[in-house]
Structures are given as structure tokens and as C-alpha cells.
């Protein structure tokens, strides 16, 4: 059929179809969700003082909750194993069994803050909730 017809019973010409672009999702107002925020805040105690510091993720009791546990498992974990340094044999026997149950804690809290969950390690957990004031 030729475009230039003018026959009224000729069907109009089939125009491309051009999906609408696809933008990825927005995050949150600091650049992270929460998740991301609380789970990166078991990195090393650094972002969690980071997240408690800066302004759009101090507003977030998820953050703060996560961040202050991670500071608080990582000062009992340090306080536990340097202990443990001062007692020959045995001492160090069992900061290695530690630090294969911290490790396993610690993958385990990154987990739970990516899902979402306010997973609370035993008395560290408590701590962190009275002090991030959910």
C-alpha cells in the first residue's frame, strides 16, 4: 500500500512501538535504602560511626539500631579476644573457636539488616535498642 494513497478505507500505517525507558529505582534521601544503610554499617565500625553522624541516616532508628550494635559487638569481640591474648594455649584455643562464631554473627547481622530485620544479638541487642531509643 502505497503512504501517499488517499483511499479513506486504507488502514493507517503501523507506527514503531518505543517501550518508555527504563529508570531504576530511587533510592532512599541519602543515596541507600535503609536496608543497604544498616547492612553496610556491619562493614567495620566505621561506616556505623559514619551512618550515626550524617544527617539523613542518624534519622533512622533501623540505622541506628544496626550501627550502634555493630560498634558495641565490635568493642565486646575486641575486650573478649584481648582477654584471651593473656592466656597461653588454652586462651588462644579459644579466641580461634571465637572468631569463627563472631565471623559467623557478624555475616549473620548483615544478612538480617539487608532483609530488613531488626535482628538483636544476645545483650548486645538490647543495648543497641535502648540507645538508638526504639
Known sequence: MDPNSTDPTAAPPQAEYIPPPQYPPQPAAGGLSDNMAGALAYVTFIPAIIFLILEPYNKSAFIRFHSIQ?????????AIHLVLMFIP????????????????LWIMCILKASKGEWYKLPFIGDFAMQQAKV
Open 70 to 78: 555493630c560498634i558495641a559487638f565490635s568493642v565486646v569481640a575486641f
Open 89 to 104: 594455649l588454652i586462651g588462644w584455643a579459644i579466641s580461634l573457636l571465637l572468631s569463627l562464631v563472631f565471623f559467623i
